[in-house]
């Protein structure tokens, strides 16, 4: 049902369809809203940090003492918090915790680093006490690229971290893409090339920061 109600289940991610696009998935999520807060009993307010624009997603009773940073998917074209509410939503309602879920820039308008840029300044903000890290797809790269620039800071890193099919080969180089090719409902490879381009920009997408997977994590 999830599947057959989504708009454009296969994503045209070029430029000149990426406008279209954002506004039919926004529009989507947003008729989807009232009813995910009513089913949850979470509460959410609009609010920034660091300068940053943020979804506060409160659980009807607090019972973390703890909060959780969410990196919302997208391939870091499209998406916003609202479009990952139903994951949010359950997270918040099911942890007990506080969720915070950054609004991070969209390239192609804003490339690598703008939405790592975005998310640290979040990241350091809720680092000063315990705290988890949750990211889905695109958010799954941004969830360990987030880690590995605190790592490399010297900063602490979240007590916990959920990775739900993290994005974390931006060069495509495995086999599982071609392999895979029309066996995924809602993703294709084209879009998924198209992703990287436009986030990638001029850059090396073998860079762990880009591709996280090519990173080294821990002492």
């Known amino acids: 049902d999830f599947l057959a109600a989504a708009p454009e289940p296969h994503p045209d991610r070029t430029s000149d369809n990426l ?7 926004k529009t989507h999520a947003a008729a ?10 979470v509460t959410t307010r609009d609010i920034f940090i660091g300068g940053v624009p943020c979804l506060q997603v409160n659980p009807q009773r607090h019972t973390a003492d703890w909060s959780i940073l969410y990196g919302f998917g997208g391939g870091f074209v499209e ?9 949010i939503a359950s997270l918040c309602e099911m942890t007990g915790a506080q969720v915070i ?16 840029d975005d998310a640290f300044k979040v ?6 006490t315990p705290f988890a890290i ?3 797809s695109a958010g799954g790269n941004l969830a360990l690229c987030l880690m590995l620039r605190a790592q490399a800071k010297g900063m602490g890193l979240p007590k916990a971290a959920a990775l739900l099919s ?23 490879g084209r ?29």
């Open 166 to 188: 993290p994005w974390c080969d931006l060069t495509h180089a495995g086999d599982s893409l071609t392999f895979n090719e029309g066996r995924d409902p809602t993703l294709n």
């Open 79 to 87: 998406g916003s918090p609202l479009e990952d509410l139903n994951i």
């Open 19 to 25: 406008p279209h696009r954002r506004m039919l998935l």
């Open 134 to 136: 949750v990211g889905e």
């Open 191 to 219: 879009a998924s090339r198209d992703a990287a381009s436009h986030y990638v920009g001029p850059n090396d997408a073998n860079d762990p920061r880009i591709s996280p997977i090519n990173g080294t994590f821990g002492k």
């Open 101 to 116: 879920a950054p609004e991070y820039r969209l390239a192609p308008e804003h490339p690598w680093p703008a939405a790592i």
């Open 123 to 128: 990241y350091e903000t809720l680092a000063s």
């Open 32 to 41: 989807a809203a009232t009813r995910i807060l009513q089913t949850t009993g």
